[in-house]
């Protein structure tokens, strides 16, 4: 994936106002299936698939056997059949896991279908506009984590409503010989090409962890990110024994920031998150916000005071804790007419 | 209720009445339509002050009727105090009678019946008891509120006036009822169940409506303007009356035909709780559908009357399910009787198949009023002027909560009747959630072994009631099987919905799939509805003011929500309907999923019932003095009491082709069915049971059999001196000692209102498989009438006769078989 292609800005302000084209280059693809598909997939993601019916997509962590993540997993079910796709910069990762554990899976085999598809994400508010075109149904009808199959001159498009920008966003997955046709015909209907850098702002103002940024080279659970929401702790996947005493031993936990003042230029990670001299945490990840005019961002601190609504010093900074999201999406006052 | 095969009736409207905010009686308020005018003003009988929304379509005061019957009608006033919901109905049943000239002592009584559609009904009753509970105590509260209170009452009025004995249904799918009523009754006459139906809806004003519509942000503070200014919605009040004939029957009396029901037809939206899918799919798919029952193509419709609330969701979506169905072609003009006489919720379908029978008759267009600017639309919506047009088929659309719609075809000429299908239905699997037990076989273990769920109240808080014992159902069991994320949108009747629903799936290895999702249905019955939720809000409205109704709690208080949920995520968009019959609304529920299975409606279908526990439930029953204090004893010549409980059960009923063609085990035919009424009195059952012994006989007919054939009779006597001797007298009249065996799971499961005889029905399929039954606990002195009925009997896989009563007389009674490949 690209940092940025022409200019981080204005590439935001296409997420954020028209329609962007993120092009997901690397990303992992695996279909499961078998006898055993349904309850493979539950012991390798933080939520089980049970529930989940043809046509809906869930959200799960993969984690190591210490409870540690490994990437995020969009769970499609194809019937008796689950696609699992991952972010670009985990898909390496997550690939060498499932494959290893596969081979104990006697009913379910696991395939690497990554080099047969290419993923494109499609996401503003206008973007349902563009990918109407290539449904044969009303995009309103669409629901969020569902998606659909779709023919177009003889080639088969997955296509998901998904996003990662709190836009309304789609996923366009096209076999991989057809992708450089498919990027063409989406920025000739006006999605502009956006690299991960505006992507990742976007992420940040409404809270869609960075697992690559936020983990900062470390290992962390999901407590450390605040991601237990994707848990469900009521079924046994690899990682839930550890994540049960992950829990206990948590000494920091995340919150979200604004810098009180109207600087561009952000921390790095793991600059100190101080109170009355004394450090406290640190910070995780942060960015610049063009909406907001300030640099947000997420830091670890310690249980004491991780809570919204106070201040801190930051370097040379003060910064405030508040509750996410940091904006709200654009797309909630544009109706799908 | 018996069947009349082969030829399908064309269902004749032989008479009208509606009352609105536009006045009291049919011309009245047809020349009102006319006249463009509006009823919308400003409230007076509900304060208001605190919502956003002073307007809304009134009536005044609503008169009961009298006494005295007119020359030649055959009216008997029910006894007692009637609610306002009540006394609109019976005044419209009056002028519909007198205008109809229906001869229903000439009818077969049993032939003749009622389908209601109502979201309110007396729940101004229930908000008054608890609100007496809540600022005096137990004993500040009014037990006769409890009678007038559930939404059945109104059939019952309407039943017990004119000796309806026939099929009696209450439908509440909010705002589709009005509609569905009148498309079930024209189902019972097309497909030979009934020869005259009285159907159509009713709702009154209610703070609980309003506040919740206001909390939603759906309520326009001006007279609203649907299909114009699109800012919200006026609710109303009123009731419509049709009086649907077989046309023969009407053609043989020279009965004047206003018009015929061609057809109709429900879908479910599966998108959202309250939104209706943006694109309009469902609404589509309803009038496609109905469209195709009645022969007809969308080219031939000539007038639309549209939903059309005013809320920019509706206004948004319909056009397109419009635009959608004419493909292209200009629409037919469409319009908005709501923008006259606000929405009147369970009522709205019928008033405006009421007043689509008017347009027919007289070749008029009823308007849309409150358009700004005409010369804006981009449409014809009939803007501001009724105009003159030639009519002979109207679409009347009725959507609802949960993702229900419902689209009705009225005409004006006899057209060709479409032939329906006739597959045989088979059970092909269940789910339970019951105090005995979740799912199939820990039910029918419990029952085999001969666990008592009744006991002390362990998670039901019965401080206030006089009595404690209870039927519980372990909650953690239950959650197992509903989506952790969806949870914490149900309440408890939600839960029990989709928990049973999921389960019953699963038993029936049923193989859900998107291409698949509008064939598969559901028919929910319930007695409690969602009593917890509606519990909720009526403590605010009490105690806070209407004002501070939680927009989140208010869309699960009506009676469909928990349907429309478990529609929502199981995905199921065929026919969906919720059945309010109080304690026959589960075994109805099953017998309306066959019959829509029988004709090609759907290729299954989930039979589901559902009702809570909830301490002001037990507090109801406990102040009317209807609990066991000690242990339950069926059939007992001194009454126990009963104990109530909590449960949930669901049958996915299918064609025989789709079961066979899948493969799946199939546990038992469904055979024959019926309802009856005993025209008695609201809230009690008349005693000889002859009423109830007809509904055995008429749905042993329906499976051309005779009760020689029927092996075990599950019945539903509870503990109570009515109902227990009521079915007593009813199985001594069918059978002799030792020709029937006897089964009753209210003593081992506790009275589960419309729940516990789909359980029955549950174990009847084990019945007519394997020959068992469970024994009958709890009996200790008999009443004389059956003891030697009840003396222990051997194994017998003949049918199974699963019955159920609703107190003030309902009798629901359906016939499974052992199925046997021919």
Known sequence: ???????????????????????????????????????FVGSVCTRPVDFLLEGQISVALVLREDGTILGEAQLHCRGAEYLIQVWPAQADAVRAHLMAVAGDASDATVTDVSADYHGFGVEGPESFRIVQKFLDF?????????????????????????????????????????AAELREELVGLGARESGIDAVDICRMETRFTNLEKETAGDVATPFDLGLQWMVDFNHEFIGSGALADAQQSQARQPVCWVADDEGTEAPSAGTSIIVGGQEVGAVTHAVFSPSLKRVIGTARVDSTVAASGLGFGMGDREIQTISAPFLVATSFGVSME | MDRKEPSPERVAITGVAISCALGDGTEQVWKAIRDAQSGISLTKRLDVSTLSCKYSGEMGDVATPSRTARQGEPWRRPRGRLDRATRLVLNAAREVFAASELPVTAYDPYRVGVALGTSVG???????????????????????RLLIYPLYTSADALSVAYGLKGPKVVISNACAAGGNSIGYASDLIRWGRADAMLAGGVDVLDILSMAGFDSLKALDPEPCAPYSRSTGLNIGEGAALLVLEAESAALRREAPILGYIRGYA?????????????????????????????????????????????????????PKAIDALFQGATPPPMSSTKSQIGHTLGAAGAIEAAVSVMALRDGLLPPTINVADPSALTRDIVPNASRPATVDTVVSNSFAFGGNNCALVLGGRPREVVEPADHRVVITGAGVVSPLGVGRQELLEALRTGQVAIGQ??????????????????????????????????????????????????????????????????????????????????????????????????????MNAAAGHACLSLQLRGPLSTLATGCSSGLTGLGYAADLVRRGEADAMLAVSADELTPLLHLGFDRLGMLADQSVHPYDTDPSGMAIGAGGAALVVETLESAKARGATILAEVAGHSITSDAYRVAGNEPSGEAWAESF????????????????????????????????????????????????????????????????????????????????LGLRNPLPEIADHLKAAPSDTRACLVTSVNWGGTYATVLLSRWEDD
């Open chain 1, 1 to 39: 994936m690209k940092s940025v292609y022409t200019d981080t800005i204005e590439e935001y302000q296409a997420l954020r106002s028209a329609t962007g084209l993120i092009d997901y280059e690397g990303a992992g693809y695996f279909t499961v299936s078998g006898p055993g598909a349904a309850e």
């Open chain 1, 138 to 178: 009303p995009i309103a009808s669409m629901a969020y984590r569902s998606f659909a199959t779709s023919e177009r001159d003889g080639v088969e498009l997955m296509i998901s409503r998904t996003g990662v920008t709190g836009e309304y966003g789609y996923n366009v997955l096209v076999p991989t010989g057809k």
């Open chain 2, 122 to 144: 007396g729940l101004d009753e229930g908000e008054r008891f608890h609100w007496e509970l809540l600022e005096g105590g137990v004993e500040a509260t009014r037990r006769d």
């Open chain 2, 266 to 318: 429900m879908t479910s939206d599966a998108h959202h709780a309250t939104a209706p899918d943006p694109a309009g799919n469902g609404a589509l798919r309803a009038m496609r559908r109905a469209l195709a029952r009645s022969g007809l193509q969308p080219s031939d419709v000539d007038y639309v009357n549209g939903h059309g609330t005013g809320t920019p969701a509706n206004d948004g979506a319909e």
């Open chain 2, 457 to 558: 109240a362990a998670t039901t808080d019965t401080g206030l009631s006089s009595t404690h014992l209870a039927a519980e159902v372990a909650e953690a069991a239950m959650r197992r099987h509903i989506d952790r994320a969806y949870v914490r949108r149900l309440d408890q009747l939600g839960r029990l919905v989709l928990a049973a629903t999921r389960l019953a799936l699963k038993d029936a290895a049923y193989p859900l799939s998107r291409d698949t999702s509008d064939r598969i249905g559901m028919i929910f019955g319930t007695f409690t509805g969602p009593l917890e939720t509606v519990g909720q809000l009526t403590e605010t409205i009490g105690t806070l003011g209407p004002h501070r109704v939680n927009p989140k709690l208010f869309p699960n208080s009506v």
């Open chain 2, 697 to 776: 006989l008429r749905a042993i007919a329906d499976a051309g059999l005779t009760p020689a054939d029927v092996g075990t009779v599950y019945g539903d006597a509870r503990g109570t001196a009515a109902l227990d001797r009521a079915e007593a007298r009813a199985v001594a009249k069918v059978w002799q000692p030792g020709q029937v065996r006897l089964a009753n799971l209210n003593s081992q499961t506790g009275h589960l209102h419309s729940t516990t005889a789909l359980l029955a029905a549950v174990a009847a399929t084990e019945t007519v498989s394997s020959g068992w039954a469970p024994e009958l």
